[in-house]
T-cell receptor, first 114, second 114 residues
Framework: DAGVIQSPRHEVTEMGQEVTLRCKPI?????LFWYRQTMMRGLELLIY????????DSGMPEDRFSAKMPNASFSTLKIQPSEPRDSAVYFC????????????FGQGTRLTVV | AQSVAQPEDQVNVAEGNPLTVKCTYS??????LFWYVQYPNRGLQFLLK??????LVKGSYGFEAEFNKSQTSFHLKKPSALVSDSALYFC????????????FGQGTELSVKP
């Protein structure tokens, strides 16, 4: 398997624009996580899914953020409208086989909002 | 609510010396505990985990960690540090009573000098 695949790797956008980040989890994995990494806040859990169903979105910072998982092989994180403070590295991770299983991370998307 | 604390932002060690990166956790039930490493501009890579059983777990690259239930700690250790161990290290926890939520500590920057 190619691992967790995220796209794009880098995104530069202007404030107010819509941004969509994409994630393809490892085939067969039933948990999918979205994290945001910044120097100030570290690695924050935004939302996670189990079997394509959102379980906990309490980490989503504002209504400007939304995430979907229409099927087992694809998830999106959307920011609309984007703001400079959304600039961060966004990671997707997936895991399989129960709560004791480790999660595998994608390479991340570095988002810059100017 | 579950939480993880890494009390040291940075740990400095001389090559060949033993290293310890500290982690404490808080959960309502029994924890699953994980350590990950992140190299610059990369995603997180899994090192080791504690599920149950022996309190000393061994992982990749010569790392090990000791689960201490009474102190709610899960410190990462290595008998002899290498310069190539220099990276950002994250502790993470999953609470068996909180579904699949995977929470990370703030990270500890490990610097190993020749």
């Amino acid at each position: 398997d190619a691992g967790v695949i995220q796209s794009p790797r880098h995104e530069v956008t202007e404030m107010g624009q819509e941004v969509t980040l994409r994630c393809k989890p490892i085939s067969g994995h039933d948990y999918l996580f979205w994290y945001r990494q910044t120097m100030m806040r570290g690695l924050e859990l935004l939302i996670y899914f189990n079997n394509n169903v959102p379980i906990d979105d309490s980490g989503m910072p504002e209504d400007r953020f939304s995430a979907k998982m229409p099927n087992a092989s694809f998830s999106t994180l959307k920011i609309q409208p984007s703001e400079p403070r959304d600039s961060a590295v966004y990671f997707c991770a997936s895991s399989q086989g129960g709560l004791g299983a480790e999660a595998f991370f994608g390479q991340g998307t570095r988002l810059t909002v100017v | 609510a579950q939480s993880v604390a890494q009390p040291e932002d940075q740990v400095n060690v001389a090559e060949g010396n033993p290293l310890t990166v500290k982690c404490t956790y808080s959960v309502s039930g029994n924890p699953y505990l994980f350590w990950y490493v992140q190299y610059p501009n990369r995603g997180l890579q899994f090192l080791l985990k504690y599920i149950t059983g022996d309190n000393l777990v061994k992982g990749s690259y010569g790392f090990e960690a000791e689960f201490n239930k009474s102190q709610t700690s899960f410190h990462l250790k290595k008998p002899s540090a290498l310069v190539s161990d220099s990276a950002l290290y994250f502790c993470a926890v999953r609470d068996r009573n909180q579904g699949g939520k995977l929470i990370f500590g703030q990270g500890t920057e490990l610097s190993v000098k020749p």
